[in-house]
C-alpha cells in the first residue's frame, strides 16, 4: 500500500563527510570517518552517525525503533477502531430492542381500538398536548 502523499518518508543514507568539507580545509583528521550514515525520521529529525560498526549498530536500532513506533502506533489505531465498532454494535442492539419495543406498544394502540369498537364506545382522542407533540414524532 503506498503512503498518502502528505505522510512524511524516512530516508536512511551514506554521506561523504569529506567531500561536503570546504575546499580550503585540509582533509579530515584520521580520527573523523570520511563517510557517516544519515538518517531522517520523516519528522525534520536528522541523525548523524558515524560509518563504523559501532555506528552501524546504532542505526540499526534507530531504524529498528522508528519501525517498532509506527507498529505501535498502527496496532494503537486498529484497537481505537475495534473499540469504535464494539460500541456501534451495542448501540444497534439497543436500536433494534427499541424498535421492537415500538412495533409492541403500535399493537397495543391497535387492540386497545379494536376492542374499544367491539365495545361500541368511540375513539376519543385525547387533547394532551405532550401526547399531541410525541405522536408527530416519526419513527426513522
Same mark, same amino acid.
Given at each position: 500500500m503506498e503512503p498518502h502523499p502528505s505522510t512524511p518518508q524516512s530516508e536512511v543514507r551514506v554521506h561523504n563527510a569529506a567531500a561536503a568539507l570546504p575546499s580550503t580545509t585540509t582533509s579530515p583528521s584520521p580520527e573523523t570517518p570520511p563517510l557517516e550514515f544519515i538518517f531522517n525520521d520523516g519528522h525534520g529529525t536528522l541523525v548523524r552517525l558515524p560509518a563504523t560498526p559501532s555506528g552501524a549498530a546504532q542505526l540499526l536500532h534507530l531504524t529498528q525503533t522508528h519501525y517498532q513506533t509506527h507498529v505501535f502506533a498502527h496496532r494503537a489505531i486498529k484497537d481505537r477502531i475495534h473499540q469504535q465498532n464494539l460500541y456501534l454494535n451495542g448501540l444497534h442492539g439497543q436500536l433494534d430492542a427499541v424498535g421492537k419495543s415500538i412495533v409492541t406498544a403500535e399493537k397495543d394502540i391497535m387492540r386497545a381500538k379494536t376492542m374499544l369498537a367491539v365495545q361500541g364506545l368511540p375513539l376519543v382522542e385525547d387533547d394532551c398536548? &405532550?401526547?399531541?407533540?410525541?405522536?408527530g414524532v &416519526?419513527?426513522?
Open positions: 398536548e &405532550r401526547c399531541a407533540d410525541l405522536m &416519526r419513527v426513522l
